[in-house]
C-alpha cells in the first residue's frame, strides 16, 4: 500500500532536503497605506518649546502661535516614587491637635454660612458671581492644558484663560500631520466620561475658566469617524500621535512631581529647612532633641505656632495674658 509523503509547515535545517517544500499560500490583498510612525519612542532629549502657528481659512492676515511641550510617558523611577510615597506610617495619618481644631472651626464656619447668611436677589447673586470669576481670572491668566495621547506620551501648552473651546480643539489641531488633521476628534476627561465636542451648545461663549479648567487640566483625545486603517491606527496605544515631526522630535522626559514626602529629610535650600523631618548637617543628638521640643509643643500647645497651633495663655508674656 502506497502511502504520499506528508509536507512540513515548519521544518527543521536538516529536514531542508527530506521532504518537498510546501505550496506558497496566496498573498493577502494589498492593503492602503496608513501613515504612521514608529511605535518605539526615541531617546528623550532636554525640554524644547515648539511653536506652531494657526492661519484663519477666512482671513490670512489672522494668525495666532501656539507653545507646544512634548513628554515622554512617566518613567519607572517616578512610580517607584510614587509607590515609596504611598507607603507612609500609621502615625502620619494621626491628626494633630491643631489640625482637628481647624477642622472643627471650619465645619462650625460652613454651617454657620449657610443656615444664618441673609437672602439674595439674583441681582446680587450674579455681581457676587462675576467678583468670583474677576478674582479667579486676575489669580490665574493663564490655563496649562495637557492632551494625554493612547501610547501615554503628553502634549503641553499654555492657553489664556479666557479662550474657548474652540481653541483648545484648534491647539491639538495645529500640532497634528497633515494627513490626520481633517479626521474628526473628540476631548474628553475620565472619570466620569465627560465630553467636550467642539460646537456643543452648552458649551458655546465659555471659556475655559469657566468650564474649571483653570489652572491646569488634562484631556484624552479619541479619534472618530468610520472604521478605517486610519482612524484605527492613529487611536491605537502601540503607535506613536499622529503629530508634526517638529514635536516628535521634541520628546523630552517628563520633570519630577515635587516630593511632599514627609521622611525625605534633607532640605533643598536655606527656605525650606526645619520643613521636613531633619535639616542639613544635624546630629543624631540634635534631633532626638528636635523631636522631643516638638512632641512637648504639641501637647501643650497644639503644635505651637510653628506649626499652626495655638500657644497656651498662661505661656504668654503679661499679667492679663489669661483673661479674655
Not at 189 to 206: N, S
Amino acid at each position: 500500500m502506497d502511502h504520499e509523503p506528508i509536507s512540513m509547515a515548519s521544518r527543521l535545517p536538516d529536514d531542508a532536503l527530506s521532504s518537498p517544500s510546501p505550496s506558497p499560500s496566496p498573498s493577502p490583498p494589498p492593503q492602503p497605506p496608513v501613515a504612521s510612525t514608529s511605535t518605539a519612542h526615541p531617546e528623550p532629549g532636554p525640554a524644547r518649546t515648539i511653536t506652531l502657528t494657526s492661519v484663519s481659512p477666512v482671513d490670512p492676515n489672522k494668525r495666532r502661535d501656539f507653545s507646544y511641550r512634548y513628554y515622554a510617558p512617566s518613567s519607572s523611577a517616578l512610580d517607584s516614587a510614587t509607590r515609596s510615597f504611598l507607603d507612609l506610617p500609621e502615625s502620619y495619618f494621626q491628626p494633630l491637635p491643631s489640625e482637628i481644631q481647624h477642622a472643627h472651626a471650619s465645619s462650625v464656619k460652613r454651617r454657620e454660612d449657610l443656615v444664618d447668611r441673609p437672602l439674595l436677589t439674583q441681582k446680587l447673586r450674579d455681581q457676587h458671581q462675576r467678583d468670583h470669576d474677576r478674582d479667579k481670572a486676575r489669580r490665574w491668566p493663564h490655563t496649562r492644558i495637557r492632551i494625554r495621547w493612547p501610547d501615554r506620551t503628553l502634549l503641553e501648552g499654555v492657553l489664556p484663560s479666557t479662550d474657548k473651546v474652540v481653541h483648545l480643539y484648534e491647539f491639538v489641531r495645529i500640532a497634528l500631520r497633515p494627513d490626520a488633521r481633517d479626521v474628526p476628534f473628540v476631548l474628553y476627561q475620565t472619570p466620569p466620561r465627560t465630553e467636550y465636542r467642539r460646537g456643543a451648545p452648552h458649551l458655546k461663549g465659555k471659556s475655559l475658566i469657566d468650564l474649571d479648567f483653570t489652572p491646569s487640566s488634562a484631556f484624552y483625545i479619541k479619534f472618530e469617524g468610520p472604521d478605517t486603517p486610519l482612524v484605527d491606527a492613529l487611536n491605537d496605544h502601540k503607535r506613536a500621535p499622529p503629530l508634526v515631526d517638529e514635536l516628535l522630535g521634541a520628546l523630552a522626559e517628563l520633570p519630577a512631581p515635587p516630593t511632599f514626602d514627609p521622611r525625605d529629610g534633607e532640605a533643598t535650600d536655606g527656605e525650606g529647612k526645619g520643613k521636613g523631618k531633619g535639616t542639613v548637617g544635624e546630629t543624631d543628638e540634635e534631633r532626638k532633641k528636635r523631636e522631643k521640643e516638638d512632641k512637648l509643643r504639641r501637647l501643650l500647645g497644639g503644635g505651637g505656632k510653628g506649626r499652626g497651633g495655638v500657644t497656651p495663655s498662661w505661656m504668654k508674656v503679661g499679667k492679663d495674658a489669661h483673661k479674655k
